[in-house]
């Protein structure tokens, strides 16, 4: 009974969840600040940075702008985080940010097995089913299995490659340009550029999709 | 440490759920806890080993069924209390009962556009690398009871260097305050069937960033 009266306590998939972690943030914040280690507006700084100026869009930005410019998508195959920086106007990225191209032959696939590794400098925070286990699990063995998840059927003729994540180099994925979309602005390329699409967990949008 | 947070390859974990137009947080206690998170970290006593560790720590049952968030907002508490900085009756209190200790630095409102980038963790190399891209290896069957970053799926394993990244602190030994000992890291490549058996595809290829402890030559 012991046993069982713990378990339901420590359970949290219940709904006494959300109240019982509101309680304890709280004390948490409270006690953080009385002890003079957290500055409140800094928390909100940081909260709004991640709610409204961090992204995907930046990552989208960074995808189109490769796609209209062969010169920029070399120097960001070669060295993501120098290509990126180069853009200016978007978040500074860490230096070890590493992109990997699709090819009609090759698919990518980003996952962190062992944590929530992401590059969050260009894609924002990471989606829940990314840190949760059944994408960690799965997307190591299983990548197919997880994309038909996704509602991706792929041909069997493009052969999959997984970059687990397990140090602090961050990994996106350079989709293939959609077709039909020659002479398009980077801004009308960039609406095409999903977020999954650059875990490699979806596809770009079709250019009929956002006509 | 094998523990339940290495789920590569794991069975039974079911689908991938996806939400539509999922929001940045889903409640607000999620968004104070990753902002204390933040600003907590940029106090300088703990490095983001030390939290991934923390995490890891957390009883089997307890970080399979903890969201995400409330994984950060324990690991943060375990740590707050093994760094000396608050103490369990205070966050059972929810005030403080004793002064703060003096930190390197405390973050500001003015201060956090700065920080919103990554840090670097590369750092000067102790020696020369040992590999090169092409070389085959095979990754060392090691089971530390602490923090490492080599996947249990991915250990004893012969895969070949397909890039070297540079030098980096090593986390393995960051987590348990041992220093930085800066090691070379390498993108290694696995033929699927070498990590999975026939089970497999026969086409597919994982790769995992090693660090150079977790190599000797195949």
């Known amino acids: 009974m012991a046993q069982k009266h713990e378990h339901d306590h420590d359970g949290s998939e219940h709904s006494s969840e959300l109240s019982e972690m509101q309680l304890r943030v709280r004390a948490l914040e409270t006690v953080l600040t009385e002890k003079g280690y957290v500055d409140p507006p800094a928390l909100d700084a940081i909260i709004e940075a991640y709610e409204t100026k961090i992204g995907p869009h930046i990552g989208a930005r960074v995808v189109a702008k490769a796609w209209s410019d062969p010169s920029f998508k070399r120097a960001l195959l070669d060295n993501g985080s120098k290509a990126v920086l180069a853009l200016g106007a978007v978040n500074p990225v860490g230096d070890h940010l590493i992109a990997v191209e699709n090819t009609p032959k090759l698919h990518n696939m980003i996952v962190c097995t062992l944590c929530s590794c992401y590059p969050w400098e260009v894609l924002g925070l990471p989606p829940v089913w990314y840190k949760a286990a059944p994408y960690r699990s799965r997307a190591v063995n299983d990548p197919r299995g997880v994309l038909a998840d996704f509602g991706v059927k792929l041909p069997a003729d493009i052969n999959i490659r997984v970059w687990d994540s397990t140090a602090e180099t961050r990994f996106i994925v350079l989709a293939m340009r959609p077709a039909g979309t020659e002479g398009w602005s980077e801004e009308k390329l960039a609406s095409l550029v999903t977020r999954d699409s650059m875990i490699g967990t979806g596809l770009p949008k079709q250019a009929s999709e956002v006509a | 440490m094998d523990g339940v947070h290495d789920m590569g390859g794991m069975h039974g974990f079911g689908k991938v759920e996806s939400e539509k137009n999922e929001p940045v947080f889903h409640d607000d206690w999620e968004r104070r806890t990753y902002a204390l998170y933040r600003a907590m970290s940029y106090a300088g006593v703990w490095t983001i080993d030390h939290a991934r560790a923390a995490r890891e720590q957390l009883p089997p049952d307890v970080y399979l069924s903890s969201s995400y968030y409330r994984k950060w907002e324990l690991g943060m508490e375990k740590q707050l209390v093994e760094f000396g900085l608050a103490g369990p009756d205070e966050l059972a209190a929810g005030h403080a009962l004793r002064p703060g200790k003096p930190l390197k630095r405390k973050l500001t409102a003015d201060e956090v556009p700065g920080t919103v980038t990554r840090g670097s963790f590369a750092r000067p190399p102790q020696a020369p690398a040992r590999f090169k891209p092409g070389d085959r290896v095979r990754t060392k069957n090691i089971h530390p009871s602490t923090h490492t970053r080599l996947p249990r799926y991915a250990r004893g394993r012969v895969g070949v260097i397909e890039a070297l990244r540079g030098c980096h602190v090593f986390p393995d030994s960051v987590a348990i305050s041992k220093g930085e000992d800066p090691q070379w890291l390498y993108t290694v490549l696995f033929d699927g069937r070498e990590l999975w058996g ?17 190599l000797e030559p195949a």
Request: proline share 12%; no cysteine; net charge negative.
């Open chain 2, 198 to 214: 026939k089970s497999a595809e026969p086409s597919l290829k994982v790769s995992i960033e090693a660090f150079e402890p977790y």
